[in-house]
């Protein structure tokens, strides 16, 4: 059994918790390494306070996933009732299950009633407890971050370079990127990539439309990859052409408060002070009405993680925390500037893990 299955376990001992059914692909992908979407099919890492933990996957799964644990794996068939094979094994042991903890973050309805028709049972939420788990981040997870960041300044320099085709759109721009860094050997992206023109970009998560991109405007680029099970988040803003004095103060204004939070940010600090710095500076210039969203979010094995950098937070900045620096300005008709880098609290700061230049860079 792993340290952070013990200390689950050790979690339920004292809560009085009989089990745990545990539904969530990255929280699983977190605690065992087995990588799984079961889709509509129902798959549970169930952890019980004084034996060893068991995995029940759909049959198509299991194999794989006894290649990955050192415990009993488990699996059903389509045609046979999931809840009533839990209830089958768990009764083989002899455990009166009184109280389930599950994450009230991720579990349906469908699982919920599920686990009611066989169980008399409460619920007892683990999402706290997990979250505050994956807060902290080792050192093999912040070298992951770096690597997905590295990736995600290559989609940036992929997507500044199709932007300068003459007659390109903001869909084909992102294809662009999406695909070239698949040729990389990237599975995927964290999110759908954002790629917005002028004043579309005033709509912080617009998408990608068959919108031929303007001449000297900006152009706002939001995007991050997943590799090794880790996820970048990062965004820049660039002008094709020369832009309108208007667009590159704003532009400033916005960088000032990026990089005022990231110099503000190391242990012993608060997530809502660091959300203070950036966002004083926005409202200072006289643009704070136009700052619609909290700083930052955590970020991790999920592209939103706990904590939120944002008023109300009292969280106290600890090494190893790992969340983005994302002030921004959206002013409808007109223009919409974010800059965004995903940053690591070290012993005495933060270190971004996206390098490209935050300059206003014009083409």
Known sequence: MNTKIKQIANTLNGKEVDMTFITNPTTMNYLT?????????????????????????????VEMTRSKVDFEVFGYVDSENPWKMIKDKVDSFGLNVRKIGVEFSDITMLKTEGLKSVFSADFVNLAP???????IKSADEIEKLIVAGDYADKCFEIGFKAAQKPGITEIEIATEIEFGIKKLGVPGMSFDTIVLSGARA??????PEEFVVEQNKLLLFDLGVIKNGYVSDATRTISLGKPSDFDREIYNIVLEAQLAAQDYIKPGVTAESVDKVARDVITKAGYGEYFTHRLGHGIGMDIHEYPSIVEGEELVLEAGMCFSDEPGIYIPNKVGVRIEDCLYVTETGANPLTHTSKELTIY
């Open 129 to 135: 407890l997990i979250s505050r788990m994956r807060l």
């Open 33 to 61: 390494g087995v990588e799984m979407d079961p889709h509509e099919r129902i798959a549970g890492l169930m952890i019980f306070p004084d034996r060893e933990p068991i995995f029940f996957t759909p049959a198509l799964e």
């Open 202 to 207: 005033a709509n912080p998560h617009g998408v």
